[in-house]
């Protein structure tokens, strides 16, 4: 059995924050384990598309700091030009420009997942893929973790899943009944969202003076923006699908969406070079439902989860425990944050 003093289960952005913190303060003695076969969790970039996070704030201060650390950069998301407002089927769309002085939205340069990998790149031998852990035991003096691939055993363990995933692993002892119930009833930020992401060979709709910004809750595609990249090499339209759609083939609700791009940014929106979906409330590693939509702010960083549990071994982090902008990629690195900082207290204090 691989044993080590730290053993974080998730390679999402909190779990490899807490690594990443951990070894610049000098702490090298840990492991991470994650389900998929890929690191990043709900920060998945493909084919230059964010199908995860796409979009920071100014104000995400965490984020941001760590994004310069790493010599990365953002760039503004561009809403440059006519945006399109569809509020009625039977009505006119609504066209709109967006104030050039407003503080924009910012995108990683290199997509999401750039953050990812300058994060885990000093430790990636110390990540297991493939590797879903089943149960957490703490009997002895250290805590056990099952998976599929095998037995590991560490003196802390920090788990990174979203709480209501984490509520489905087996716990022995079993975890109190009052932080079980808080993990059953804490929303997965975005896990019911579905993202489609479609590449052209030119950017048309800039050509046609469009933002590429389109919002509508009766349309297919309830927000689509212009997703090309920071080099201006690949052209894309990025957005979040309307869940009525989610049951329709795939064939269909692709039909429906260009079908829809095409009447309202013109013909070229047909001749597409790549069509991608990611429905995130099938994904097994996110979603343990598929719920429908969830506009209401669900409230995150819930006390229950600023204690150690089973004997003292076992620290939940990610980003709906964070008790600021719970849900983003600042409430992951500001939940990685303070995990590291508990560890570091926890074994000062313990030698
Ligand atoms: C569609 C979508 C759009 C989003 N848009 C934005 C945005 O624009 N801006 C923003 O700030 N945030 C956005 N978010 C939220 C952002 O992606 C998350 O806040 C952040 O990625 C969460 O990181 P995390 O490490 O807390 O959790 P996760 O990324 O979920 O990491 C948990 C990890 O645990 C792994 N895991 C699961 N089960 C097991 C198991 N049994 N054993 C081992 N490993 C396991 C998972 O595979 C995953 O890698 C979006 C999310 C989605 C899904």
């Not at 035991?137 to 802390?156: D, L």
């Not at 990611?278 to 994904?283: G, H, L, Q, V």
């Not at 996110?286 to 600023?306: A, D, I």
Request: aromatic share 10%; with cysteine; proline share 4%.
């Amino acid at each position: 059995m691989k044993h080590s003093k730290y053993c974080i289960i998730g390679a999402g952005l909190s779990g490899l924050t807490t690594a990443y913190k951990l070894l610049q303060n000098g702490e090298s003695d840990f492991i991470i384990l994650e389900a998929r076969d890929t690191i990043g969790g709900r920060l998945s970039t493909i084919n230059s598309i964010d199908f995860g996070a796409a979009w920071l704030q100014n104000y995400h201060s965490n984020v941001l700091d760590l994004i310069k650390e790493l010599g990365l950069k953002t760039f503004n998301q561009y809403t440059t030009g006519k945006s399109i407002l569809m509020y009625n089927t039977m009505a006119p769309p609504h066209y709109f420009e967006s104030d050039p002085n407003a503080p924009s939205a910012l995108r990683i340069v290199g997509g999401s997942l750039a953050l990812i990998h300058a994060l885990a790149e000093k430790f990636l031998d110390k990540i297991r893929l493939n590797t879903k852990v089943e149960r957490i035991s703490a009997v002895s003096q250290n805590a056990t973790i099952e998976t599929n691939n095998g037995h590991f055993s560490a003196e802390k363990i920090i788990i990174t899943l979203p709480p209501k995933l984490a509520s489905h692993l087996k716990y022995n002892p079993e975890l109190p009944e009052h932080l079980h119930r808080e993990m059953t009833t804490t929303h997965t930020w975005m896990s019911n969202a579905i993202k489609v992401g479609i590449n052209y060979k030119t950017p048309f709709w800039k050509t046609k003076g469009f933002s590429g910004t389109m919002i509508g809750q009766v349309a297919p595609v309830v927000e689509l923006y212009d997703h090309s990249n920071y080099n201006e090499s690949v052209f894309s339209l990025m957005g979040f699908v309307n869940e009525s759609l989610r049951e329709l083939s795939a064939n269909d609700r692709k039909k429906q969406i260009i079908t829809y791009l095409e009447k309202h940014l013109g013909a070229e929106a047909k001749n597409y070079s790549l069509y991608l979906e990611k429905d995130w409330s099938k994904d097994e590693f996110t979603s343990v439902e598929s719920l429908n939509s969830y506009y209401l702010s669900p409230k995150y960083g819930h006390p229950v989860f600023n204690s150690f549990y089973l004997m003292e071994k076992l620290l939940f982090s990610g980003t709906e425990t964070s008790p600021k902008y719970g849900g983003y990629m600042e409430g992951a690195v500001n939940s990685g944050v303070i995990a590291t900082e508990k560890l570091l207290c926890k074994t000062l204090n313990s030698s």
